[in-house]
C-alpha cells in the first residue's frame, strides 16, 4: 500500500494559458474617443450631463450626429452661437409659417439641453451633434392650443424627425386631432418625449405625457419625470403614475445649465429641462446603433435606467433614472452570431470558448484577428469583443496528481491459481460535498469498490488482461519506457508515452503475444466513458518489442485514440464548434541501451497525426495537425547504495507541431439584417518549446520503505516562448506492507 | 417661529386646495380650474405658486385653463415680472 507522500513544487513561467485580450467588455463597433476629448470644461460645467453618464456614451464616438430631434416649443433662437450650426433648415413657426425667434426663452434653453454644439464655450447638450429641429408652435403669450401642437407634431414628422421633444403640458387630454398627430408620429416610428409636468410629486404626468401607458403610441412616448442633482425627486415634479410607469423615465431637471436666447446660458429648472436629456439620449442610442428601431431605443432607456425609490417599477419613478452609460452597454443575452444572418443561428457568448491542450500551448492567444470578432446583445446591437479572451490554455504545471492517484487506494492482490492473477482497488478516500448553507460534509467514505485488473495465462506465451476503471497506463501492456524508469520520475509520461493522457480511466483488455524468447507482441485497447469531455474516448494499441540478449531493447508503437469530444485534450464549445472531436494516430519508437555497469540509455520519440472533426462552429477545416513528444534519458542503479536508482531525463512533452484551420468570425452587422462575416487562415502552433529536464533519485531505506525525490526545471513551460522557467522539487516517501 | 408658520400656511392651503389630493397611492391629474393663488400674468396664463421652494428659492409654474404651457420652474425676477433663469431670479 502507497502510504505517504510528501511533496513540495514551485511553479514558475509566466504562464503558458493563453493571454486574455485585455481588460474590459464588449465596445460598440464606433471607434473609441479619448476622454479627454469629451470630458471637457465644458462638459462637467453642465452638471446633469455628469449625471446621466453621458461621458460613457460619449467614449464610443456617438454624438447624434445625423439624428434629427424636433423641439415642438417657443422657437430657438437661431443666432446663438451653441445652436446656430445644429438647427435643420427645415425649422419653422407652425403658426405663421415665419422665422423661429424664440421670444420666450424657453424653447432655446430646451434646445440647448438636446443639442447645444460642444465649442468649448458654455456648455454643451446631450446629443451635441444632432439637428434640431425648431417647430414653434407658441403663440404671443407663450401657450400652445392643442391643434397648433397636433400641426407641429405632423410638421416634424413630415420633416425627418427621430425624436420629438414635447416639454409642454396641459391638465386635460388632448383633442382628437393631438391625440392622432401622436398616434400617426407614433406609427411613422418617432420617438415622443414629454415633460410629467410641474404640478408636483401628488399628481400624475399632464398630457401629452399622460399617454405615454396608452397602447395607441405603441411604447414610443415617453413621460420625463425631474431629479435634482442628488437623485432625489424634485420637488415640483409630477410623478409617473400607475397607468404610465412602465414608459416613465427621469432625468435632471434642478438648476439645468443650457443655452438662453440672446446667447449666454441660463440656469432652468422644470420637467421642461428634464425632458431633452432623455430626447438627447434617444438620438445618442440611435446614432451609435442605427439598426435600433425606434421601439428599441426607447426600450433600452428603460430597461438600462438607474432603478430609484420602490425596488423595480414603480408608481413614483417608474423605471428610474436615465443612465447613458448603462444603455450603451450591451443588455440581455449576449451571443455570438454563426451564420450570415442577424436572425440566423447564434450561439450563447458564455458558452462559446476554447480550452486548448497542453499540446497547443499559447496556441491563438495572440491572434489578432480574434479581437475583430462582434457578438450582439438582446437588442441586437452589435458590440466588438476579443474573442482571444475565451481561448483558455492549459499551462503543463508541475501536476502531482500522478503521484497522488494512488492516495487512498489500496490495491489488493487477490491469491489465484497459477496463471491467473485479480488485484481489486479499495478506495478509502472520504469525499466531500457542499451543502445547502455551502459549507463542507462528508458525502461518502471508504472502502469503495475503485478498480479492478486480471489476468490469465492463456498458453506460456500468450496472456490476456482485462481491466475496469484503470487508466491507459495501469492498463497492462500499454506502457514501454526502454528500461525500467516505473515510479522513478515525476512527469515522464508527457515525454515517453504522450497519447496515455489524453483519455481517461476506462475498461479494456490486452493481449501480450510473446514470439519467440526475445520478441513480444501486444494489444491495448480501452474504452472510457468519463464525464469529462475531454478525456472521453477509446485508445488502441499495438506495439512490437524486441529484447536483445545483449541487453536494451527496442520497440515500436502505434496507437489510435479517438476522443469523443475533444481534439488533442482541447475543448471547443458553443460558437466555436461544440461536438468537435478527433482521432489521432500515434507512432512511437522507443529503446534502451546499455552503455555501462548497470547504466542505461533511455529514448523515446512519438509523432502524432490528428484528424479534427469540427463540429461546425467558428474554428472548422482543420488540417496538417501533428505533434510530437520525445525524451531521452539515462538511469544508473546501485550508484549509492544497493537497488538504488539516479536518473536523468530530457523531454518534450507533446507539442503540436503543425496545425491550421480555418477561423469565421462576425465582424460587423449591416441595416439589412446581414452580418458580415471574415474568415482568416490561422496558425495553430505554440510559440515556445517546452523543455522538461528531471533529475530523480529513488532509494530504499529498508525493507518496504522507500524514499524517492526529484529535481525539474521546465524551460519554456507550456510551450510558450516568452514564460519564464519553471522548477520544482518533490519528495515522496512510501512505506508498503 | 418660522416652522409653525410655514406649517399653518400649509395647512390654510390645503384646506382651501381643490380636492384634487389623491395622495402617491391615488395620484389623479390636476384640474382645470384656476388655482385661488395664481397670478395672472396674460389671458388664461397665470403663474401658481408651488407648494415648496426651488433650492430655496419662492418658484412658480405657469397654468392655463385651455392651453398647454411650457414646463419651466419661474421665479420673480429682478427686473419684474417672472423668469424662469434662476441666474435673474429674486430669491429672497
Same mark, same amino acid.
Given at each position: 500500500?502507497?502510504?505517504?507522500?510528501?511533496?513540495?513544487g514551485?511553479?514558475?513561467g509566466?504562464?503558458?494559458g493563453?493571454?486574455?485580450?485585455?481588460g474590459?467588455?464588449?465596445a460598440?463597433l464606433?471607434?473609441?474617443a479619448a476622454?479627454?476629448?469629451?470630458?471637457t470644461?465644458?462638459?462637467?460645467?453642465?452638471?446633469?450631463?455628469?449625471?446621466i453618464?453621458?461621458?460613457e456614451a460619449?467614449a464610443t464616438g456617438?454624438?447624434?450626429q445625423?439624428v434629427?430631434?424636433a423641439v415642438?416649443?417657443?422657437?430657438?433662437d437661431p443666432t446663438?452661437?451653441?445652436?446656430?450650426?445644429?438647427?435643420?433648415?427645415?425649422?419653422?413657426?407652425?403658426?405663421?409659417?415665419?422665422t423661429i425667434?424664440?421670444?420666450?426663452?424657453?424653447?432655446?434653453?430646451?434646445a440647448?439641453?438636446?443639442?447645444?454644439?460642444k465649442?468649448?464655450?458654455n456648455?454643451?447638450?446631450?446629443?451635441f451633434?444632432?439637428?434640431?429641429?425648431?417647430v414653434?408652435?407658441?403663440?404671443?403669450?407663450g401657450?400652445?392650443?392643442?391643434?397648433d401642437?397636433a400641426?407641429?407634431i405632423t410638421?416634424?414628422?413630415?420633416?425627418?424627425?427621430?425624436?420629438?421633444?414635447?416639454s409642454?403640458g396641459?391638465p386635460?387630454?388632448?383633442?382628437?386631432n393631438?391625440?392622432?398627430?401622436?398616434?400617426?408620429?407614433?406609427?411613422a416610428?418617432?420617438?415622443?418625449v414629454?415633460?410629467?409636468?410641474?404640478?408636483?410629486n401628488?399628481?400624475?404626468?399632464?398630457?401629452?405625457?399622460?399617454?405615454?401607458g396608452?397602447v395607441?403610441m405603441?411604447?414610443?412616448l415617453l413621460?420625463?419625470g425631474?431629479?435634482?442633482?442628488?437623485?432625489?425627486?424634485a420637488?415640483?415634479?409630477?410623478?409617473?403614475g400607475n397607468?404610465?410607469a412602465n414608459?416613465?423615465?427621469?432625468a435632471?431637471?434642478?438648476?439645468?445649465?443650457?443655452t438662453?436666447?440672446?446667447?449666454?446660458?441660463?440656469?432652468?429648472?422644470?420637467?421642461?429641462?428634464?425632458?431633452p436629456h432623455?430626447?438627447?439620449?434617444?438620438?445618442?442610442l440611435?446614432?451609435?446603433?442605427?439598426?435600433?428601431?425606434?421601439?428599441?431605443?426607447v426600450?433600452?432607456l428603460?430597461?438600462?435606467?438607474?432603478?430609484?425609490?420602490?425596488a423595480?417599477?414603480?408608481?413614483t419613478?417608474?423605471?428610474?433614472?436615465?443612465?447613458?452609460d448603462a444603455?450603451?452597454?450591451?443588455?440581455?443575452?449576449?451571443?455570438?452570431p454563426?451564420?450570415?444572418?442577424v436572425a440566423g443561428?447564434?450561439?450563447a457568448l458564455e458558452?462559446?470558448?476554447?480550452?486548448?491542450?497542453a499540446a497547443?500551448?499559447?496556441a491563438l492567444?495572440g491572434?489578432?484577428?480574434?479581437s475583430?470578432?462582434?457578438?450582439?446583445?438582446?437588442?441586437?446591437?452589435?458590440?466588438k469583443?476579443?474573442?482571444g479572451?475565451?481561448?483558455?490554455?492549459?499551462?503543463r504545471?508541475?501536476?502531482?496528481?500522478?503521484?497522488?492517484?494512488?492516495?487512498g487506494?489500496?490495491?489488493?492482490d487477490?491469491?489465484?491459481?497459477?496463471?491467473l492473477?485479480?488485484?481489486?482497488?479499495v478506495?478509502?478516500?472520504?469525499y466531500?460535498?457542499s451543502?445547502?448553507?455551502?459549507?463542507?460534509?462528508?458525502a461518502?467514505?471508504?472502502?469503495?469498490?475503485?478498480n479492478?485488473?486480471?489476468?490469465?495465462?492463456?498458453?506460456?506465451s500468450t496472456r490476456l488482461g482485462f481491466?475496469?476503471?484503470?487508466?491507459?497506463?495501469?492498463t497492462?501492456?500499454?506502457r514501454?519506457?526502454?528500461?525500467?524508469?516505473t515510479?522513478?520520475?515525476w512527469?515522464?509520461?508527457?515525454?515517453?508515452?504522450?497519447?496515455?493522457?489524453?483519455?481517461?480511466?476506462?475498461?479494456?483488455m490486452?493481449?501480450?503475444?510473446r514470439?519467440?524468447?526475445?520478441t513480444?507482441?501486444?494489444?491495448?485497447?480501452?474504452?472510457?466513458?468519463?464525464?469529462?469531455?475531454?478525456t472521453?474516448?477509446s485508445?488502441?494499441?499495438a506495439a512490437?518489442q524486441?529484447d536483445?540478449?545483449?541487453?536494451?531493447?527496442?520497440r515500436?508503437?502505434i496507437?489510435s485514440?479517438?476522443?469523443?469530444g475533444a481534439f488533442l485534450?482541447?475543448?471547443a464549445d458553443g460558437?466555436?464548434g461544440a461536438?468537435?472531436?478527433?482521432?489521432?494516430?500515434f507512432?512511437?519508437l522507443?529503446?534502451?541501451?546499455p552503455v555501462?555497469?548497470?547504466?542505461?540509455?533511455?529514448?523515446?520519440?512519438?509523432?502524432?497525426?490528428?484528424?479534427?472533426?469540427?463540429?461546425?462552429?467558428?474554428?472548422?477545416?482543420?488540417?496538417?495537425?501533428?505533434?510530437?513528444?520525445?525524451?531521452?534519458?539515462?538511469v544508473?542503479?546501485?550508484?549509492?547504495?544497493?537497488?538504488?536508482?539516479l536518473?536523468?531525463?530530457?523531454?518534450?512533452?507533446?507539442?503540436?507541431?503543425?496545425?491550421e484551420a480555418?477561423l469565421t468570425l462576425?465582424?460587423?452587422?449591416?441595416?439589412d439584417?446581414?452580418?458580415i462575416?471574415?474568415?482568416?487562415?490561422?496558425?495553430?502552433?505554440?510559440?515556445?518549446?517546452?523543455?522538461?529536464?528531471?533529475?530523480?533519485?529513488?532509494?530504499?531505506?529498508?525493507?518496504?520503505?522507500?524514499?524517492s525525490?526529484?529535481?525539474?526545471?521546465q524551460?519554456?513551460?507550456?510551450?510558450?516562448?516568452?514564460?519564464?522557467?519553471?522548477y520544482?522539487?518533490g519528495?515522496k516517501?512510501?512505506?508498503?506492507? | 417661529?418660522?416652522?409653525p408658520f410655514v406649517l399653518l400656511?400649509?395647512?390654510l392651503l390645503?384646506a382651501?386646495?381643490?380636492?384634487?389630493?389623491p395622495?402617491?397611492s391615488?395620484?389623479a391629474?390636476?384640474t382645470r380650474?384656476?388655482?385661488?393663488? @395664481?397670478?395672472k400674468?396674460?389671458d388664461d396664463?397665470?403663474?401658481?405658486?408651488l /407648494?415648496?421652494?426651488?433650492e430655496? !428659492?419662492?418658484?412658480?409654474r405657469q397654468?392655463?385653463?385651455?392651453?398647454?404651457v411650457n414646463q @419651466?420652474?419661474y421665479?420673480?425676477?429682478r427686473?419684474?415680472g417672472?423668469?424662469? /433663469?434662476?441666474?435673474?431670479a429674486? !430669491?429672497?
Amino acid at each position: 500500500m502507497l502510504f505517504a507522500v510528501a511533496l513540495t513544487g514551485c511553479g514558475g513561467g509566466s504562464g503558458g494559458g493563453v493571454a486574455s485580450g485585455g481588460g474590459g467588455g464588449p465596445a460598440p463597433l464606433a471607434p473609441p474617443a479619448a476622454p479627454a476629448s469629451f470630458e471637457t470644461a465644458e462638459f462637467f460645467l453642465n452638471g446633469s450631463l455628469d449625471q446621466i453618464n453621458a461621458q460613457e456614451a460619449y467614449a464610443t464616438g456617438t454624438s447624434g450626429q445625423g439624428v434629427t430631434v424636433a423641439v415642438v416649443d417657443t422657437g430657438i433662437d437661431p443666432t446663438h452661437p451653441d445652436l446656430a450650426g445644429n438647427i435643420s433648415p427645415a425649422s419653422v413657426n407652425i403658426l405663421t409659417n415665419s422665422t423661429i425667434d424664440d421670444d420666450d426663452g424657453h424653447g432655446t434653453a430646451v434646445a440647448g439641453v438636446v443639442a447645444a454644439r460642444k465649442n468649448d464655450t458654455n456648455t454643451h447638450g446631450v446629443a451635441f451633434n444632432a439637428t434640431l429641429l425648431a417647430v414653434r408652435a407658441s403663440n404671443i403669450t407663450g401657450t400652445f392650443t392643442d391643434s397648433d401642437v397636433a400641426n407641429a407634431i405632423t410638421y416634424a414628422v413630415q420633416n425627418g424627425a427621430d425624436v420629438i421633444n414635447l416639454s409642454l403640458g396641459g391638465p386635460a387630454a388632448g383633442t382628437p386631432n393631438l391625440e392622432q398627430a401622436l398616434i400617426s408620429a407614433a406609427a411613422a416610428g418617432v420617438v415622443i418625449v414629454a415633460a410629467s409636468g410641474n404640478d408636483g410629486n401628488a399628481f400624475t404626468p399632464l398630457f401629452p405625457a399622460a399617454y405615454a401607458g396608452d397602447v395607441r403610441m405603441g411604447g414610443l412616448l415617453l413621460a420625463v419625470g425631474a431629479v435634482d442633482g442628488a437623485n432625489n425627486l424634485a420637488g415640483f415634479s409630477n410623478i409617473c403614475g400607475n397607468a404610465n410607469a412602465n414608459f416613465c423615465l427621469y432625468a435632471p431637471g434642478v438648476n439645468v445649465r443650457t443655452t438662453g436666447a440672446g446667447g449666454g446660458n441660463v440656469i432652468a429648472s422644470g420637467t421642461s429641462f428634464a425632458a431633452p436629456h432623455v430626447s438627447g439620449a434617444v438620438a445618442l442610442l440611435l446614432q451609435l446603433f442605427p439598426s435600433l428601431t425606434p421601439a428599441q431605443a426607447v426600450q433600452i432607456l428603460l430597461t438600462s435606467a438607474t432603478d430609484l425609490g420602490a425596488a423595480g417599477v414603480d408608481n413614483t419613478f417608474g423605471r428610474g433614472l436615465l443612465d447613458l452609460d448603462a444603455a450603451s452597454e450591451p443588455l440581455g443575452t449576449l451571443s455570438v452570431p454563426t451564420s450570415d444572418a442577424v436572425a440566423g443561428p447564434t450561439m450563447a457568448l458564455e458558452q462559446t470558448t476554447i480550452r486548448l491542450g497542453a499540446a497547443f500551448g499559447d496556441a491563438l492567444g495572440g491572434n489578432a484577428f480574434l479581437s475583430d470578432a462582434i457578438i450582439l446583445d438582446g437588442f441586437e446591437r452589435p458590440y466588438k469583443i476579443d474573442l482571444g479572451r475565451n481561448v483558455k490554455g492549459a499551462k503543463r504545471d508541475f501536476r502531482l496528481d500522478s503521484l497522488l492517484a494512488h492516495r487512498g487506494t489500496e490495491t489488493i492482490d487477490v491469491p489465484t491459481a497459477d496463471g491467473l492473477s485479480l488485484s481489486i482497488g479499495v478506495d478509502h478516500r472520504t469525499y466531500y460535498r457542499s451543502n445547502a448553507a455551502g459549507l463542507a460534509e462528508q458525502a461518502a467514505q471508504g472502502p469503495a469498490f475503485e478498480n479492478l485488473s486480471a489476468g490469465a495465462a492463456l498458453t506460456d506465451s500468450t496472456r490476456l488482461g482485462f481491466a475496469y476503471n484503470l487508466s491507459p497506463g495501469q492498463t497492462a501492456a500499454a506502457r514501454h519506457e526502454g528500461s525500467d524508469t516505473t515510479g522513478l520520475f515525476w512527469m515522464s509520461d508527457d515525454s515517453l508515452n504522450p497519447h496515455l493522457s489524453l483519455i481517461g480511466a476506462g475498461n479494456g483488455m490486452s493481449l501480450q503475444q510473446r514470439v519467440g524468447d526475445e520478441t513480444r507482441l501486444s494489444f491495448t485497447w480501452l474504452d472510457t466513458a468519463d464525464s469529462d469531455r475531454t478525456t472521453r474516448g477509446s485508445v488502441g494499441q499495438a506495439a512490437l518489442q524486441h529484447d536483445f540478449a545483449a541487453g536494451g531493447s527496442l520497440r515500436v508503437g502505434i496507437a489510435s485514440v479517438h476522443e469523443d469530444g475533444a481534439f488533442l485534450n482541447s475543448e471547443a464549445d458553443g460558437a466555436f464548434g461544440a461536438g468537435t472531436e478527433s482521432d489521432s494516430r500515434f507512432y512511437s519508437l522507443s529503446g534502451s541501451m546499455p552503455v555501462g555497469d548497470g547504466i542505461d540509455l533511455i529514448g523515446s520519440v512519438t509523432v502524432a497525426n490528428t484528424t479534427v472533426d469540427d463540429g461546425g462552429g467558428l474554428l472548422k477545416n482543420w488540417d496538417n495537425v501533428w505533434s510530437g513528444a520525445f525524451g531521452l534519458g539515462v538511469v544508473a542503479q546501485d550508484v549509492f547504495a544497493p537497488q538504488d536508482r539516479l536518473g536523468f531525463l530530457a523531454g518534450q512533452p507533446l507539442r503540436v507541431e503543425s496545425a491550421e484551420a480555418t477561423l469565421t468570425l462576425p465582424v460587423s452587422r449591416d441595416l439589412d439584417g446581414n452580418i458580415i462575416q471574415q474568415s482568416e487562415r490561422v496558425d495553430l502552433t505554440p510559440s515556445g518549446r517546452e523543455i522538461d529536464l528531471q533529475i530523480a533519485y529513488q532509494h530504499q531505506l529498508a525493507p518496504g520503505i522507500d524514499v524517492s525525490s526529484w529535481l525539474m526545471m521546465q524551460l519554456q513551460p507550456g510551450h510558450d516562448a516568452d514564460a519564464e522557467p519553471g522548477y520544482g522539487a518533490g519528495f515522496k516517501f512510501r512505506v508498503t506492507y | 417661529m418660522i416652522r409653525p408658520f410655514v406649517l399653518l400656511a400649509s395647512c390654510l392651503l390645503l384646506a382651501c386646495s381643490p380636492n384634487t389630493e389623491p395622495g402617491p397611492s391615488k395620484p389623479a391629474a390636476p384640474t382645470r380650474e384656476v388655482p385661488p393663488n @395664481a397670478v395672472k400674468i396674460a389671458d388664461d396664463l397665470y403663474m401658481v405658486p408651488l /407648494d415648496q421652494p426651488v433650492e430655496g !428659492c419662492p418658484a412658480y409654474r405657469q397654468f392655463s385653463t385651455t392651453k398647454m404651457v411650457n414646463q @419651466a420652474i419661474y421665479y420673480r425676477a429682478r427686473q419684474g415680472g417672472f423668469t424662469f /433663469d434662476r441666474n435673474e431670479a429674486v !430669491c429672497d
